[in-house]
């Protein structure tokens, strides 16, 4: 009679301890939805952030291309400069032997020497904006992760929806690209701006030693 | 030095820009362009070069890509080719060494980095219109 009792006592057990858990799980369904709508939500904003980024791009290489046609006006009125300042310079030697000449003379190489200058630095900004075709390269990087990770969450949404759908793993989601994204292979989003000589030197290493042809 | 024609390849307007003001200041003025492998080919056809400046990652034909037309292609197979691209690690740079580039400059080049690459690959070919 005792171990009938026990073994009530142990079934009660059981199924308390059953009904619990049907509770819990009851309990954690609306945690999923609430889930399920979070990662709706976010994803959908993810085809506008990657436009955003889009017109980022667009934007800099519009303000980026102003400025060089503002640094190439600069380098033709310099250029025209010098030009009208080598005719000075002639018709001042022409008429050498002053003192006046001679100052003269200096001033008009110390012009020469400022409009060189100029153009250096000219140029030296057009080539700091190679930034930009840098900087778009690894913007169009970030965009293709983001754009992997909402197709992934797209993937992860349907197995809500049909968890034994056809497609019941998370699948390649690199090989899938959203339309109007770049593909991998038309930009590098491992660029790097930098004015360190390292990765030309190990460029210029290699294409020595295969002008030599031990690397062949 | 005046009457070598440059062909400048790349998908971005600020980077053609650049390389193209590069060799105007350089004293060579004469300088065609196109945004990608295709476009530099239809180019090539019409218009002839005798040096071909290109990036590597572009859409419809990729920098390598052109290489290897060029280099298998008997009209421009001696055409001087020098990749100027954002990728710097000892593979690329093999595989375009292995493509037949004359030479490699990794973004951001420098002018005195491209006119020393220019003078070293004109120095070793004789560059032919294409």
């Known amino acids: 009679m005792d171990n009938n009792r026990n073994s009530a006592n142990e079934d009660d057990n059981e199924v308390g301890m059953i009904k619990d858990f049907i509770a819990h799980v009851r309990g954690i369904v609306p945690m999923l939805e609430h889930v399920k709508d979070s990662i709706a939500e976010s994803s959908g904003r993810i085809p506008k952030a990657s436009l955003q980024l889009s017109e980022v791009t667009t934007a800099t290489e519009s303000a980026t291309v102003e400025i060089l046609n503002v640094l190439e006006a600069m380098t033709t009125s310099i250029g025209q400069g010098e030009t009208e300042l080598k005719a000075v310079r002639t018709f001042v030697e022409h008429n050498n032997g002053t003192s006046e000449s001679v100052q003269a003379l200096q001033s008009i190489a110390a012009v020469e020497k400022i409009l060189s200058e100029t153009k250096d630095n000219s140029m030296n900004i057009a080539i700091a904006l190679q930034v930009q075709d840098i900087t778009s390269q690894q913007i169009a990087g970030v965009s293709h992760t983001i754009e992997s990770i909402r197709t992934q969450l797209a993937k992860a949404l349907q197995r809500f929806d049909d968890p034994k759908g056809a497609d019941g793993g ?36 290699i294409v020595k030693q295969w002008a030599q042809g031990t690397s062949r | 030095m005046a009457d070598l024609k440059f062909l400048v390849v790349d998908d971005s307007l600020t980077m053609r820009r650049i390389v193209i003001n590069s060799l105007k200041a350089q004293g060579y003025p004469q ?21 071909v400046i290109t990036d590597w990652n572009m859409p419809e034909m990729n920098g390598l890509e052109l290489t290897k037309w060029i280099r298998l292609n008997e009209q421009y197979e001696n055409v001087p080719i020098l990749m100027i691209t954002t990728r710097g690690n000892k593979d690329d740079v093999m595989e375009a060494m292995k493509a037949r ?15 020393e690459k220019i003078e070293q690959i004109l120095k070793a070919v004789e560059p032919k219109a294409a």
């Open chain 2, 31 to 51: 300088v065609i362009e196109a945004a990608d492998g295709k476009d530099a080919i239809a180019k090539l056809l019409s218009e002839g070069a005798g040096f």
């Open chain 1, 170 to 205: 998370v699948g390649n989601a690199e090989t899938e690209s959203s339309p109007g994204l770049a593909p991998a292979t038309h930009f590098d989003g491992e660029a790097q701006f930098t004015k360190s000589p390292d990765r030309q030197d190990v460029a210029d290493e």
């Open chain 2, 101 to 115: 580039v004359n030479n490699y400059i990794v973004k951001p080049f420098t002018p005195a980095g491209l006119k």
